[in-house]
């Protein structure tokens, strides 16, 4: 029977085509089934257009419908996958903007800190919407795949409340073990990898290069790299002290730890800004803006370009359908991934979700057991573990107390503000993103009365140590058009290169 995959969030345009062409270059899915749902209608239609476009110019087997309707697309799905932002920009821009009233300057704030407790607020009810769903309509077995963050604070909520078969995917030790390779001038796929830790804090425990240990010449060969010693300060930084290498970009890292962010005039030290997630302020907030808006001015370019091949040779690295593949073929897939502890690494506690090395076959996922982690890299874990479970248990409950004192506990946030502070940094989000927060409904006249009645703490610049301007439609095409024509230049610097080099021989 073909399998039914049922896309959450589908609205998510690149990255739910991304991932619908990745399972349908798998010969034996190319007559999968896909449930695209979305609450914005508009959105919805341009993905189901072009997925429509894509499956009959291919010549392919599959079907895809679309709907408004979540319960609707989970019926009978042997895969959910959730790429949901709950709020969108309008949310995101709350949780950037108002915790630099109070001095917290966040890079992405996703994760950790004020806007990562808040994403998770807003998140964690939708979540538990969809496991519902996947529960009572879903096929008994269904798994569960989570691309939305925050990673951690999600996927525990719907494996400790959700009752679902959960697997949390991020980018971010992909993207380390790239780095690496590339550090190290070996072939990644002469690397074998092990990580572990915990979504966005993953360590590099051990790189292998034909059975011989790389991680003590980590330091040495990122140092003298010409790119990565300037985009990479703060992980440097830490490898220097740690003694291992922290997964995620340099932006992320800086706002998870106590150290980087905390004085407006040293964050510039420690980032730099010739891409976002290097550290600049409201970075992915700024480039996720520009995208949506350049989406919406260039869409009708998309439907009148010719269809991308789906063939397993333009088969992307994104790991969801190499799962669903594992699991459908019993092909065996070896990745990371984000799932309950259950003990396999010792000092962490075994409810929380870890992020670590393991494989993927007909029985499942597997993660290695890999004991202790160094003690550095467990104390900061653990930090952000705590903060993990009062926000988990404040967002399932609406407690009020346990958001703020998360909000208390998170390193950044401590290093900047003072409890008073906290207090009412937590009640002025609780009131600007009420629409998204429904299990907080009898707490927002509350928090709005003692705002109204306090002295406002929050009085400070909101333009961040290191923020960039979002451009306008014009900027970003007279950009494009520039990186084009300088595209085309050593294109043809190249072939003329070439043609001289043949007169030569000749």
Known sequence: ???????????????????????????????????????????????????????????????????????????????????????????????????????????????????????????????????????????????????????????????QYGGVKTIGLCHGVEHSCMLIAEALHIPENELDFIFGGINHQTWCLSVKHKGREMKDKLLAAIEKHPVFNQHEKCRIDVLRRFGYWSTESNGHLSEYLPWYRKRPEEIKHWIDLSRWNNGETGGYLRVCTEGRNWFKHDYPQWLKQEAPRITPDIRSRERGSYIVEAMETGRVFRSFFNMVNHHHITNLPPDCIIEASGHVDRAGVNIMELGDLPLACAATCNASISVQRMAVEAAVHGDVMLLKQAMLHDPLTAAVCNPPEIWQLADAMLVAQAQWLPQYKNEIAKAKKRLASEKNLGAKSVAGAARLKTKSIAEIKAERESAAVDSSKQVADKSGKKSRGKKEIQ
């Open 1 to 159: 029977m073909p399998i039914k995959a049922a896309m959450i969030g589908a609205g998510s345009i690149g990255f739910t085509r991304r991932l619908m062409h990745d399972i349908l270059a798998v010969p034996e899915l190319r007559d999968a089934e896909f449930a695209f749902m979305d609450i914005n209608r508009r959105n919805l239609d341009m993905i189901f257009q072009l997925a429509q476009r894509d499956i009959r110019e291919n010549g392919l087997p599959a079907k895809v419908s679309a709907t408004l309707d979540q319960r609707e697309a989970i019926a009978s799905a042997d895969y959910v996958f959730c790429m949901v932002r709950v709020g969108g920009l309008d949310a995101f821009q709350y949780d950037i903007d108002i915790p630099l009233r109070y001095g917290v300057d966040q890079c992405v704030g996703d994760t950790l800190a004020p806007g990562g407790i808040m994403y998770a607020q807003r998140g964690i009810p939708v979540i538990l919407s969809i496991c519902k769903d996947i529960r009572e309509a879903a096929k008994p077995d269904c798994v569960f795949m989570n691309y939305s963050n925050p990673m951690a604070m999600l996927t525990w909520a719907a494996t």
